[in-house]
């Protein structure tokens, strides 16, 4: 500043000092830079506040730049609507994959149900079936061997009255041994085949 200046260049120069330094421009601020009186201070922090306002303002923008502007908003929107509607139909699809995918995955669950149901059910009946003739080949091996017994004894009585007689018994007694092996060996394959049916039953299960 120089003794030439008015008070009115003191003080908005001092204005432009403060702005430079960072600091805020008030009256009380440029009266203390400048030395001028408070009613100069004030006016010239007034006119500096008001132009810094005025530079810091944002013009409208011309008729043909909003005018662009609104065909750009309104494209993009379109574009964004036919991308939602896109992606919207896609996710349908997809759900409706899925659900077709669910429900077939429902019914082979059930079918394989049902079928486990029914080997079940077919194994129990021939367990039952395999018990049955279990019994029955056990029954007839100890008659099969009660007969060998008595065979065997008849033969061993009618040894001492004729030899033709006692080979007779012995003949009927090597049968009956004989069936009664064949039934022994019948109710073997039998106990396999229900021990292959449960390990059947145990695969089905697990």
């Not at 079940?120 to 003739?133: Q, V, Y």
Request: proline share 2%; hydrophobic share 40%.
């Amino acid at each position: 500043m120089t003794e030439q200046q008015t008070p009115e260049e003191r003080a908005a120069e001092a204005a432009e000092a403060l702005s430079a330094g960072g600091a805020a421009v008030t009256a009380r601020a440029v009266r203390q830079r400048s030395g001028v009186r408070m009613i100069v201070a004030a006016e010239a922090a007034r006119s500096w506040n008001e132009r810094e306002t005025q530079a810091e303002a944002v013009p409208e923008p011309p008729a043909a730049v909003e005018a662009r502007f609104v065909a750009l908003w309104r494209e993009a929107v379109a574009v964004a609507r036919g991308e939602f509607v896109e992606a919207r139909t896609g996710w349908q699809t997809k759900m409706e994959q899925a659900h077709a995918e669910r429900d077939a995955a429902t019914e082979d669950v059930e079918r394989a149900e049902g079928e486990r149901d029914a080997l079940a059910e077919r194994l129990e009946d021939a367990r039952l079936m395999h018990a049955n003739a279990y019994e029955a080949l056990t029954t007839a091996r100890d008659e099969a061997r009660a007969e060998t017994a008595a065979a065997r004894e008849q033969a061993a009585v009618a040894e001492a009255r004729s030899g033709e007689a006692v080979s007779e018994q012995r003949s009927r007694a090597d049968k009956a041994e004989a069936r009664a092996e064949a039934v022994a060996g019948e109710r073997d394959r039998l106990l396999a085949e229900r021990d292959e049916l449960r390990d059947m039953n145990r695969k089905q299960k697990g």
